[in-house]
């Protein structure tokens, strides 16, 4: 039999039993329940706009304060007017957030300025604009020019993180414990009799790491199905390249940890010796997992999120994040993931053959040096 033939017979068999399975089915649904319910609840059980301070310069017509205060009531918000000196002090305001909106009236009566810092609350400059009677034209005034797509990219870039970690560890783990199983129950030692130890291990990742794509498409597409409905978001211009960057980092990312851990359960005889054997790997994918949250997202462009881009166990989610937000550069997702294949690829030999030494074995947990050995031996 070819290798070939060999690991795709494994990955088959890897797809239709796990495919099948109850776990499979029930993490299907948990994941595409979850997304579903993360975007349409806020809007369902959010307590509203709450109270927004509207800043006024200039001298406003007397009947302003009782029809903004009617028709902000029949919109479910409550606006407290916080007359200022001047412009200059409004729009300081503005600044500082002590504002969320200044309205302008100049001395020599023309159209009045409707300013924001960045625009986005939809909802106040609608009551604003209805408080007038008859209704005039108001010009509009953003501080400080934002870009449309910049907050719905910053989601895709947080939410994007979130899915690669989830997908990668929950597969992962699947290949940790998957190998564990046919160790306690000896049948790995069928399967060994007619196709090499490194053929089973490529073929386990290779099978439920499809299982993964698959779950991590459909939950893509539920989504952006769901937030496009229920007009919680438009999607940006960038959508089609994230999501391409995701499932290319996916594959990536769950190739390099999947392999890492199927090699640590080779190690163990039991599934509570491989937990403790995948502390490394777990520690790792979580420092890259908060790594990302909390340093690359907000500096995407910096110093530290550039070097992690060239770091293989961290740069399968750093790169996307950094693609969603437009802050990485051609050359640097090219390099990447050349540095990540040839990471996979060095833990393929390596590991290949540590797990060719240790899967055969039973009784105490393995160590590395003496998987090795056992390995060159055979």
Request: charged share 15%.
């Given at each position: 039999m070819s290798r070939r033939r060999a690991i795709w017979l494994v990955a088959r068999r890897e797809i239709l039993e796990r495919g099948r399975s109850r776990a499979f089915a029930l993490s299907l649904l948990f994941s595409v329940g979850l997304i579903v319910a993360g975007i349409v609840l806020p809007s369902l059980i959010g307590s509203g706009p709450g109270t927004q301070h509207l800043g006024i310069a200039g001298t406003p017509p007397a009947s302003l304060a009782g029809s903004l205060s009617a028709t902000a009531e029949q919109a479910g918000l409550l606006i407290v007017v916080d007359p200022v000196a001047d412009v200059a002090t409004g729009e300081a305001g503005l600044r500082s957030g002590d504002l969320g909106a200044l309205l302008v009236f100049p001395p020599d009566g023309n159209v009045p300025t409707y300013e924001v810092k960045t625009r986005g609350n939809a909802l106040l400059q609608q009551v604003v604009a209805a408080s007038f009677t008859p209704q005039p034209q108001i010009a509009f005034r953003e501080l400080e020019?934002?870009?449309?797509?910049?907050?719905?990219?910053?989601?895709?870039?947080?939410?994007?993180?979130?899915?690669?970690?989830?997908?990668?560890?929950?597969?992962?783990?699947?290949?940790?414990?998957?190998?564990?199983?046919?160790?306690?129950?000896?049948?790995?030692?069928?399967?060994?009799?007619?196709?090499?130890?490194?053929?089973?291990?490529?073929?386990?990742?290779?099978?439920?790491?499809?299982?993964?794509?698959?779950?991590?498409?459909?939950?893509?597409?539920?989504?952006?199905?769901?937030?496009?409905?229920?007009?919680?978001?438009?999607?940006p211009s960038t959508t089609v390249s994230t999501v391409a960057m995701l499932v290319v980092w996916f594959s990536l990312g769950y190739a390099f940890y999947s392999t890492a851990l199927g090699v640590l359960g080779a190690l163990a005889s039991r599934m509570e010796e491989a937990s403790n054997a995948s502390s490394p790997v777990t520690f790792i994918a979580m420092s890259g997992y908060f790594f990302s949250l909390l340093v690359a997202l907000n500096d995407p462009a910096g110093t530290a999120a550039r070097i992690a881009t060239f770091i293989p166990p961290v740069s399968s989610m750093v790169v996307p994040l950094r693609a969603a937000l437009g802050a990485i550069e051609a050359w640097e997702i090219v390099?990447?993931?050349?540095?990540?294949?040839?990471?996979?690829?060095?833990?393929?030999?390596?590991?290949?053959?540590?797990?060719?030494?240790?899967?055969?074995?039973?009784g105490a947990r393995m160590k590395l040096r003496d998987a090795w050995r056992a390995s060159g031996r055979g």
């Amino acid at each position: 039999m070819s290798r070939r033939r060999a690991i795709w017979l494994v990955a088959r068999r890897e797809i239709l039993e796990r495919g099948r399975s109850r776990a499979f089915a029930l993490s299907l649904l948990f994941s595409v329940g979850l997304i579903v319910a993360g975007i349409v609840l806020p809007s369902l059980i959010g307590s509203g706009p709450g109270t927004q301070h509207l800043g006024i310069a200039g001298t406003p017509p007397a009947s302003l304060a009782g029809s903004l205060s009617a028709t902000a009531e029949q919109a479910g918000l409550l606006i407290v007017v916080d007359p200022v000196a001047d412009v200059a002090t409004g729009e300081a305001g503005l600044r500082s957030g002590d504002l969320g909106a200044l309205l302008v009236f100049p001395p020599d009566g023309n159209v009045p300025t409707y300013e924001v810092k960045t625009r986005g609350n939809a909802l106040l400059q609608q009551v604003v604009a209805a408080s007038f009677t008859p209704q005039p034209q108001i010009a509009f005034r953003e501080l400080e020019p934002s870009d449309p797509n910049r907050d719905t990219s910053f989601l895709f870039a947080n939410v994007g993180v979130i899915l690669l970690f989830i997908s990668i560890f929950t597969f992962g783990t699947w290949v940790l414990t998957g190998v564990v199983e046919e160790k306690q129950s000896r049948v790995v030692e069928v399967v060994l009799s007619t196709i090499e130890a490194r053929d089973l291990l490529i073929g386990k990742v290779l099978g439920i790491g499809l299982l993964g794509l698959v779950q991590l498409a459909l939950m893509i597409a539920v989504g952006l199905g769901t937030g496009v409905a229920s007009g919680r978001f438009s999607p940006p211009s960038t959508t089609v390249s994230t999501v391409a960057m995701l499932v290319v980092w996916f594959s990536l990312g769950y190739a390099f940890y999947s392999t890492a851990l199927g090699v640590l359960g080779a190690l163990a005889s039991r599934m509570e010796e491989a937990s403790n054997a995948s502390s490394p790997v777990t520690f790792i994918a979580m420092s890259g997992y908060f790594f990302s949250l909390l340093v690359a997202l907000n500096d995407p462009a910096g110093t530290a999120a550039r070097i992690a881009t060239f770091i293989p166990p961290v740069s399968s989610m750093v790169v996307p994040l950094r693609a969603a937000l437009g802050a990485i550069e051609a050359w640097e997702i090219v390099g990447s993931a050349v540095v990540m294949c040839a990471a996979i690829g060095a833990l393929f030999v390596v590991g290949g053959r540590v797990y060719s030494g240790a899967v055969l074995q039973t009784g105490a947990r393995m160590k590395l040096r003496d998987a090795w050995r056992a390995s060159g031996r055979g």
